[in-house]
């Protein structure tokens, strides 16, 4: 197009310079190099992809295949212990229910696109950030703090730190970065560590004592725990008595109770569990000292009281089944599952005025974990128990 003098109109790109084609070029050209070169840019990278190709229709109870092995992966990778077999069962439904609770989606135990979109978000949602010339190495496996360290929302000491993480806990490391920072999960919380603070194997720890100065080393090992019995009655009893021999405390505070509990940190010199917690570990004794590897793996880490709900509803799991006909069909050992609560069985007695009064193992407040053996239960109507679990 030609204008009133005579001259050519030109583009918009090239009156930006001047009208010369070859420098607008060269200028492009540059700006590319300068961006390949320099690697400023904002990169969302996925903490783990899958195997498995990702099912695009609803997977539940009773499907088999590739899509269920999706799901059981990302489940796995999300630090629930279940087998990868293909076979949507018990173990995978009462995973995808917890999941689904800790992740405010509807609890229907079926795994639509919601459900699959958070099983995705939660891997990858720290792992967007601004990088300059960023790689990574994938790691998948646990590691150790080897000193007190911040563990961070984002990949710089200018990021806000989620607490300090003691040495000796036990992280699950996605991705070395060429930052020097790594990209962990603890207690189901994402987030950062520097990597200089991350060892494969667990660090020796030890309490001292200056008396000159009155500083304190707390000692994050708990005392060994004696395995020397196979049946559940006693590995229930040794738990028990290990909880108050140790001066265990009561807590509902994520991060605080740890399973089992002779891998349990303490926080400013004290230990903490509650009645999930012990239900927990103790059906992991039980199944470790019976060689129940799967089993083992299941209650490797705490189920609370809404997942032993979960199974009563579901007609039990590979490891529990449930117990009908009441109180007068249970055998001490059996777990009670009442509303927010867990405990063992061990006997009852039928009052005049229609209530009853239980004798349990349990670790419900700061009174029952003192006491080493049977304790009294707060329930005191049999209708306030919802399921009946017994071991298989």
Same mark, same amino acid.
């Given at each position: 197009?030609k204008?009133k003098? @005579?001259?050519?109109e030109?583009p918009?790109s090239?009156?930006?310079?001047?009208?010369?084609?070859?420098?607008?070029?060269?200028?492009?050209?540059?700006?590319i190099?300068?961006?390949?070169?320099?690697g400023?840019?904002?990169?969302s990278?996925?903490?783990?992809?899958? $195997?498995?190709?990702? $099912?695009?229709?609803?997977?539940?109870? @009773?499907?088999?295949g590739?899509?269920?092995? #999706? *799901?059981?992966d990302?489940?796995?990778q999300?630090?629930?212990?279940?087998?990868?077999? @293909?076979?949507?069962?018990?173990q995978?439904q009462?995973?995808?229910?917890?999941?689904?609770?800790?992740?405010?989606?509807?609890?229907?135990g079926?795994?639509?696109?919601?459900?699959?979109?958070?099983?995705?978000?939660e891997?990858?949602?720290?792992?967007?950030?601004t990088?300059?010339?960023s790689?990574?190495?994938? *790691?998948?496996?646990?590691?150790y703090?080897?000193?007190?360290?911040n563990?961070?929302?984002?990949?710089?000491?200018g990021?806000?730190?989620y607490?300090?993480?003691?040495?000796?806990?036990?992280?699950?490391?996605?991705?070395?970065?060429?930052?020097? #920072?790594?990209?962990?999960?603890?207690?189901?919380?994402?987030g950062?560590?520097n990597?200089?603070?991350?060892? *494969?194997?667990? $660090?020796?720890?030890?309490?001292t004592?200056?008396?000159?100065?009155?500083?304190?080393?707390?000692?994050t090992?708990?005392? =060994?725990?004696?395995?020397?019995?196979?049946?559940?009655?006693?590995?229930?009893?040794?738990?028990?008595?290990?909880?108050?021999?140790?001066?265990?405390?009561?807590?509902?505070?994520? @991060?605080?109770?740890?399973? $089992?509990?002779?891998?349990?940190?303490?926080?400013?010199?004290?230990?903490?569990?509650?009645?999930?917690?012990?239900?927990? #570990?103790?059906?992991?004794?039980? =199944?470790?000292?019976n060689g129940?590897?799967?089993?083992?793996?299941?209650f490797?880490?705490?189920?609370?009281? =809404?997942?032993? =709900?979960?199974i009563?509803?579901?007609?039990?799991?590979?490891?529990?089944?449930v117990?009908?006909?009441g109180?007068?069909n249970?055998?001490?050992?059996?777990?009670?599952?009442?509303?927010?609560?867990?405990?063992?069985?061990?006997?009852y007695?039928?009052?005049?005025?229609?209530?009853?009064?239980?004798?349990?193992?349990?670790c419900?407040?700061?009174?029952?974990?003192?006491?080493?053996?049977?304790?009294?239960?707060?329930t005191?109507?049999?209708?306030?128990?919802?399921?009946?679990?017994?071991?298989?």
């Amino acid at each position: 197009m030609k204008m009133k003098d @005579g001259t050519k109109e030109l583009p918009s790109s090239e009156l930006y310079l001047g009208g010369d084609m070859v420098r607008f070029r060269i200028f492009i050209l540059v700006s590319i190099l300068m961006i390949l070169t320099v690697g400023i840019s904002s990169i969302s990278y996925a903490a783990y992809t899958s $195997p498995y190709a990702e $099912p695009t229709s609803l997977v539940r109870y @009773g499907n088999t295949g590739i899509g269920v092995k #999706w *799901v059981q992966d990302m489940l796995r990778q999300n630090g629930y212990s279940l087998t990868i077999d @293909g076979a949507f069962g018990p173990q995978t439904q009462n995973a995808v229910i917890l999941f689904q609770k800790e992740n405010s989606l509807e609890v229907d135990g079926i795994v639509g696109a919601l459900t699959r979109s958070a099983l995705k978000k939660e891997l990858g949602s720290a792992s967007t950030t601004t990088t300059t010339n960023s790689s990574t190495t994938t *790691v998948n496996a646990y590691r150790y703090a080897s000193a007190n360290v911040n563990f961070r929302n984002g990949p710089s000491t200018g990021n806000t730190s989620y607490g300090i993480l003691a040495k000796g806990t036990e992280v699950y490391v996605y991705q070395n970065r060429s930052d020097g #920072w790594s990209y962990v999960k603890y207690n189901n919380r994402y987030g950062y560590i520097n990597t200089t603070y991350l060892q *494969v194997t667990k $660090p020796v720890t030890t309490t001292t004592s200056n008396t000159s100065t009155n500083t304190t080393t707390t000692n994050t090992s708990l005392p =060994a725990f004696s395995r020397n019995a196979k049946d559940l009655l006693t590995i229930i009893k040794n738990c028990k008595s290990y909880y108050a021999n140790n001066n265990f405390n009561y807590s509902l505070a994520d @991060g605080v109770r740890s399973i $089992p509990a002779d891998k349990s940190k303490s926080y400013s010199g004290k230990y903490y569990v509650d009645c999930s917690a012990f239900t927990t #570990w103790v059906l992991y004794e039980y =199944a470790n000292a019976n060689g129940k590897t799967a089993m083992k793996n299941y209650f490797s880490y705490q189920r609370n009281s =809404a997942t032993f =709900a979960s199974i009563g509803a579901n007609g039990g799991n590979d490891y529990l089944q449930v117990v009908n006909g009441g109180l007068a069909n249970a055998k001490p050992g059996d777990i009670l599952v009442t509303q927010g609560h867990v405990e063992f069985f061990s006997s009852y007695t039928q009052n005049a005025n229609g209530t009853i009064s239980m004798k349990v193992y349990n670790c419900g407040s700061d009174g029952s974990i003192k006491v080493a053996g049977i304790s009294n239960s707060a329930t005191k109507n049999a209708s306030e128990i919802k399921y009946i679990l017994r071991v298989k």
